[in-house]
């Protein structure tokens, strides 16, 4: 295995993109005061803090602009004082870090000597404290991740202001907050640990409780990941960049499609349990994040290569005798590369990466007519690309796509000849399009429009070669496609409460709208191709006719809402507690089956819309963390939800 980096600290301005925290005309019509002012004045006149009714009128009194999506980001948070105990109010606190497209973020201490720096980007931060007449504090080295809140109590000593105080070899941050345990793996992790960088099984094969794929070395390639922890699989929910590539069909633990490149992800998160209101299904949740660029140029080269010669194996003349060969590998091989940057310093920052995998297999007791072994083919390419605009110091763009390809030449065994193998293409895409913004110090907001596709080709049975392509799961191999698709709308607002019915509240409103259909296609092909020869004594005596012209389409439309509230009661103890409103509604629309290639057998027939049952329900999801410990490094966290799937 090889690998390079190249990187480049050229420091040269291209473009002078400083600006103020001004907010652009699109955002201008109606201002993050006014939208927080219509939420309050009606949970004041509601008289009661939680109720569902008030988050729907809350939802709908925000305007198109007040309404986001799904948060990826991390926050800082903590209280400074000084040698005595006493809060220290009007302190600076300033974040900086490669990831940042600014110079800087920060924030002053209120009077309780609170301070929060919040929708900021995964990356490691060094945190500034600085007031007149005390010496000033740096903290290098916070590691922040997706969804993480650090927790940073600081303590100031007398002293001039420029003296420093720098703390390099702090004890590790603690999420204390967050309720739902998780494995987190960031770009380090993903890029040090050994493993066969294959796609979801790789990620799962690092997290304690899952079980994915038994994956050795990679002979998994291709494979449809399998989403398992603690025994259970069902409700699995793979996200990327926010958007949802779960099967809109399928639920089970099981998801098609779920291709992705591994080398592209800057980092990873995978639940096991405890899933929170934001999240529908109960099961394995995986949330991958894609690389960025930055102000710096940075990319990488990747490459493994193996075949028999590097393989050693036991088996010995007795076992050769009896056909028995060793490690199946034909050839294995995998390549990938990347790069970003900027365009426009502190401005726009790009991303590309390319993936390219090979695994070829011989098979066990099956040969091809020359004598050679029979050898599975699969190919699988990925493309990824991400762009991130800052529009000004509250407001940013990101937009990625991702596609993919799986070429596979399978099917043949001790039981099914060299001849009749099937050939497989199936391709996949997903994008998004983000808008994330501040408001203040207390206000988080993002939007976001995603979509994620599957298909397959058309499969084929070639009446002269008998061999058959496209499709292998399909009853009696008929000439078929198939293919999913989901649109996806999230809007999310984040808004801190402080000092407000017994602690602090975080509060998360939410509004997710997804369009999603399975499809499957059997267009005529006319003859041959639309029918099998059934043989006996190698003579024809029966033709099996494929009802062909078939086109079904199963249709959903889900919108959920959704509150969730990190109440901190205490230093100790943070409930996390939420309800998700969903209404889901399944169809099957008007159709029109075509005659088919052998239409007096069947003919054209027309169907009516079919509509499942409505299935709309409330569920509470109730969790807790609490410190143990003084030092904040002990944490017990646990709950109880209900999940409707």
Known sequence: MWESLIESD??????DASEGARLSPPFRHRSAKECMMSVQSFLVRMGKFYRISGLVAALLSLSAPCLLAQDSQASIVGVVTDESGAVLPGVTVSATSPTLQRAQVSAVTDAQGNYRLTNLPIGTYEVTYALDGFRT???????????FTATLDIKMLVGALNETLTVSAASPVVDVVSSNPRTTLTLETLELIPTSRNGMQALLAQAPGTRSNVDVGGNT???????????QGNG???VIEGVATASPAIYTSVQPGNYVDYTAAEEAQVNT???????????TRVSLIAKTGGNAYHGTFLGSYTNPNLISDNIDATLAAQGIRGVPIEERWDAAGNLGGYLVRDKLWFYGGINGRVNNN??????KPDGTPCVTLLTQRFYSVKSTYRLSNAHKLIGYYQWNLKDNETGASSLVSWESRFHQTLTGNMGKGEWTGTFGSNVVATALFGFWNYSQDPSRYDVVTQKRTGSSSLIYWAPNTFSFYRYQTSSTLNWFVPKTVAGDHNLKFGLDYMKGWSKFDSPPHGVPGDYILQFFNSAPYQLQAFNVGVNKQEDDRYIALFLKDQWTVGPRLTLNVGVRVAFDHVYIPDETKQAGTFGSIYPAVNFTRVDGAPWNTVVPRLH??????????????????????
Not at 221 to 231: L, T
Not at 362 to 367: G, Q
């Open 10 to 15: 050229d420091t040269t301005p291209l473009l």
């Open 137 to 147: 504090v740096k903290r290098e080295s916070v590691q922040l991740t997706g969804g």
């Open 221 to 231: 390639a291709g494979a449809i990941p399998d989403f398992r922890a603690f025994g």
């Open 236 to 238: 699995a929910w793979p």
């Open 273 to 283: 349990f405890g899933n929170d209101a934001e999240t529908p299904t109960r099961g």
């Open 362 to 367: 011989d098979v066990l007791d099956c040969t």
């Open 624 to 645: 807790a963390s609490y410190v143990l410990t003084k030092d904040g490094l002990t944490v017990v966290k646990g709950g109880w939800g209900r999940f409707a799937q």
